[in-house]
């Protein structure tokens, strides 16, 4: 008899697997996704090979890579829960181990030219740094995956800061270093901070617009155009200083104003409330007499 039941419960679970079973997938959107992935590969390759700049510019390919196949698959109409979880697991490797493993690499090239010795703080810390990192951009993932929808219009905003600016930011930097200021090491040794910095803000509530629906998609002022072409002229003359400005302040200018809002505007309350209590008395009892006008 419980044999019987044993063979029925896995006949039952075999349906299961069955019923689970992926049958279709769009090809194009996910060859893009595979993309990222590869590109995020190469980028670790390059820099175990110490081709820093390459590596670089590796994960900006997989950032191309990763806006297309999310744009494309929602134009088609076919977004499903495989391209998702997909999509994911590139960006893990592309904009969470491609980043955090180069900088570990610059670092433990700088430290080593500079005399210092295997095993000190200095050369623990990127480690410790890139392991953080690496966990944040795990968890942005999951949280992104589990909170996503996958209609067009709540893609207007994101809420910590995206992984692939997560990565500009560290790449952006390595790259700036490498090709215009390689004898000024403070750039390098900043890197860690920045790691950290970035990992807080994605795993923070910080909400981060979208750049492409909210400023370039649709009728927006002149004015945006004018600023759009200010900003591609800045990157024509010189692309690696452009890159520090956009990713830096696209990952500073939310954390600021959130900090604004948050600590400066409550701050003000709090001392006017202070300087005028009587003012605070006056409304706190116009709100009493609404409150018992609405219960009569």
């Known amino acids: 008899m419980r044999r019987l039941k044993t063979q029925a419960a896995k006949k039952s679970l075999l349906r299961r697997v069955r019923r689970q079973r992926l049958k279709y997938v769009t090809i194009l959107p996910s060859l893009i996704t595979i993309l990222n ?7 670790i ?3 175990g090979k110490g081709a820093f700049v390459a590596s670089g ?10 806006m297309l196949d999310g744009r494309l698959a929602r134009r088609v109409k076919s977004t499903s829960s495989f391209g998702g979880q997909l999509d994911s697991l590139c960006d893990v490797i592309s904009f969470g181990v491609a980043p955090a493993f180069l900088m570990v690499k610059v670092l433990e090239y700088e430290l080593e030219s500079g005399g210092f010795a295997n095993g000190s703080f200095l050369q623990r810390f990127p480690w410790l740094t890139a392991a953080v990192y690496i966990s944040c ?3 942005r993932l999951a949280r992104f995956n589990v909170e996503n929808e996958e209609d067009e219009s709540a893609h207007m905003s994101f809420i910590g800061l995206p992984t692939p600016a997560a990565a500009g930011v560290m790449v ?3 790259i700036l270093h490498q090709e215009e200021f390689s004898t000024l090491n403070v750039i390098i040794y900043v890197l860690p901070v920045l790691a950290l910095g970035v990992a807080v803000l994605m795993v923070s509530r910080i909400r981060y617009p979208h750049v492409l629906n909210q400023y370039l998609k649709g009728k927006k002022p002149f004015a945006h155009l004018i600023r759009v072409l200010l900003l591609l002229a800045f ?3 010189n692309i690696q200083a452009a890159l520090v400005l956009i990713f830096c302040g ?11 809002y948050k600590v400066i505007r409550n701050k003000e309350k709090l001392v006017s409330e202070t300087q005028h209590p ?4 006056v409304n706190e009892g116009q709100l009493g007499q609404q409150d018992d006008s609405t219960q009569h």
């Open 37 to 43: 992935g590869v590109c995020g590969f190469a980028a």
């Open 45 to 47: 390759v390059f820099a």
């Open 57 to 66: 510019y590796m994960v900006l390919l997989a950032m191309v890579a990763d």
């Open 137 to 139: 951009a795990a968890i």
């Open 172 to 174: 952006s930097v390595i």
């Open 235 to 237: 990157v024509i003359w």
């Open 250 to 260: 696209f990952a500073a200018s939310s954390f600021l104003k959130w900090l604004f």
């Open 278 to 281: 009587a003012l605070m008395t």
